[in-house]
């Protein structure tokens, strides 16, 4: 049974049960190639292991938030990332950890290949929601959807 995370929207240090924990910043990237967006599954052993989510992961100490996207995006996909407006930013609260995802689209040059051994795919906007994500993406992927 997976815990229930909570939404929050809030800024700087929250208190936490077992005392004050520091927000993680995330970056990920929104890419976008034929009217298909690429995601990724977390691989096996990972924090919400099995999940799909966008590829991206943490800024190091100092690293701009485009920078980090960037260098993630070489480092588990193999491709340069160019990084253009950013979509979303959610603030988010699972049982351990707290996160601020920040969403930016993304185009890539050259053909991602998985370099991390984590799956990959490439699926149309409508069909996204046949993938299991972690709770905290689920605007995201409400901003995502074809509006009728």
Same mark, same amino acid.
């Given at each position: 049974?997976?815990?229930?995370?909570?939404?929050?929207?809030?800024?700087?240090?929250?208190? %936490?049960?077992?005392?004050?924990?520091?927000?993680?910043?995330?970056?990920?990237?929104?890419?976008?190639?034929?009217?298909? /967006?690429? /995601?990724?599954? &977390?691989?096996?052993? *990972? @924090?919400?292991?099995? $999940?799909?989510? $966008?590829?991206? %992961?943490? +800024? &190091?100490?100092g690293e701009a938030l485009d920078q980090a996207l960037r260098r993630e995006i070489a480092e588990e996909l193999g491709v340069q990332a160019q990084v253009a407006d950013?979509?979303? *930013?959610? !603030?988010?609260?699972?049982?351990?950890?707290?996160? &601020?995802? @920040? $969403?930016?689209?993304? *185009?890539? *040059?050259? !053909? +991602?290949?998985?370099?991390?051994?984590?799956?990959?795919?490439?699926?149309?906007?409508? !069909?996204? &929601?046949?993938?299991?994500?972690?709770?905290? !993406?689920?605007?995201?992927?409400? @901003?995502?959807?074809?509006?009728?």
């Amino acid at each position: 049974m997976r815990a229930s995370p909570q939404a929050v929207v809030t800024r700087g240090r929250l208190p %936490g049960a077992v005392g004050d924990l520091v927000i993680v910043e995330v970056v990920a990237a929104v890419i976008e190639r034929d009217g298909a /967006i690429l /995601i990724t599954r &977390r691989p096996p052993g *990972t @924090h919400l292991a099995g $999940f799909w989510e $966008f590829p991206g %992961g943490k +800024p &190091r100490p100092g690293e701009a938030l485009d920078q980090a996207l960037r260098r993630e995006i070489a480092e588990e996909l193999g491709v340069q990332a160019q990084v253009a407006d950013k979509v979303e *930013t959610i !603030d988010w609260e699972y049982p351990d950890k707290r996160v &601020r995802l @920040h $969403f930016f689209r993304c *185009t890539v *040059t050259g !053909d +991602p290949r998985p370099l991390e051994g984590q799956e990959m795919a490439w699926v149309y906007v409508e !069909d996204l &929601r046949r993938y299991e994500f972690p709770a905290a !993406d689920a605007a995201l992927l409400a @901003h995502l959807e074809p509006k009728p």
